[in-house]
């Protein structure tokens, strides 16, 4: 059945290192998406992202924009601003209704969230304030020793043993590295070591939270199932990816959207 644009709720996830776009339908059923690099231009970029999302439906402005992210007070005519805890509760509620946890790792922070009732976030932990618990700490080393996403969980379970990485900094982790490999340390020990230090980093994040039941893993961060595995078994419970996990935040902007005439954020 086809949808006016006017029909759907949109929410944007103007992220630090990708722009996402969900639209729902009034069942809250998703009808199209968008996900790109982010620009520096986020007002620029949303109005030409919801533009082509929405051209298959006629264009025009959706009856609710929610907008959540490192960039959400850039995004223009938004009829509601959330915080990505807000929204990431909401949008993991919905693709994992089972889940009473999320744990959310992003480009820049890193979130551990207690869900309630209808996707309320009752208890939050968050580390904004270093790289070395974020997506941005594994990329940055991945990028330094040459290999892609898609070939991090491969290339962790090659490992012999995995490297000691000691440092607390994701700057002097690139440094560190580059002396591992000097001295011989094979690439497979050396990403192990990086995803059993970021781990342990998420570990104990999820430890100030107290999850009590299955955890959901959000954000681009979540596609590395060997990392969701050795967060497991640090706290003792499954931890797996949401479906899609990138856009969790955005699904969760779009079901918190206000309604058009009626701004909130």
């Known amino acids: 059945m086809s949808r006016e644009s006017t029909e759907l709720r949109v929410g944007v996830d103007a992220g630090s290192t990708t722009w996402k776009a969900v639209a729902i339908d009034g069942d809250g059923r998703v009808v199209a998406v968008r996900i790109e690099p982010c620009e520096p231009r986020v007002d620029e970029q ?3 992202g919801l533009e082509e999302l929405l051209r298959p439906f006629g264009g025009g402005r959706p009856a609710g924009l929610g907008a959540t992210g490192y960039g959400r007070k850039r995004v223009p005519d ?3 601003r959330v915080t990505e805890i807000a929204a990431h509760a909401a949008g993991a509620a919905r ?8 744990l959310d790792v992003g480009g820049q922070d890193a979130k551990a969230i207690r869900l309630g009732p209808g996707g309320r976030a009752l208890e939050f932990a968050m580390n904004d304030r270093c790289a070395a618990g974020t ?8 990028g330094r020793l040459k290999l892609g996403w898609d070939e991090l969980d491969r290339t962790v379970r090659a490992a012999a043993r995995p490297a000691r990485i000691s440092s607390t900094c994701a700057v002097f982790a690139e440094t560190e590295i580059v002396g591992l490999l000097a001295d011989g340390v094979a690439v497979p020990d050396v990403v192990r ?12 994040l999820v430890s100030q939270v107290r999850p009590d039941g299955p955890v959901a893993a959000t954000g681009g961060v979540a596609r590395a199932s060997a990392l969701l595995e050795a ?4 706290v003792g419970r499954p931890v797996r990816a949401a479906p899609d996990p990138q856009l969790a935040g955005a699904l969760g902007a779009a079901i918190l959207a206000a309604p058009a005439g009626r701004s909130s954020g």
């Open 231 to 234: 967060v497991a078994a640090r």
């Open 193 to 204: 070591g990086l995803v059993e230090s970021l781990a342990e980093r998420l570990a104990a």
């Open 78 to 80: 938004a009829t509601s």
């Open 46 to 48: 949303t109005r030409r």
């Open 95 to 102: 693709l994992v209704p089972s889940a009473g946890f999320v």
């Open 135 to 142: 997506g941005r700490f594994l990329e940055n080393a991945l």
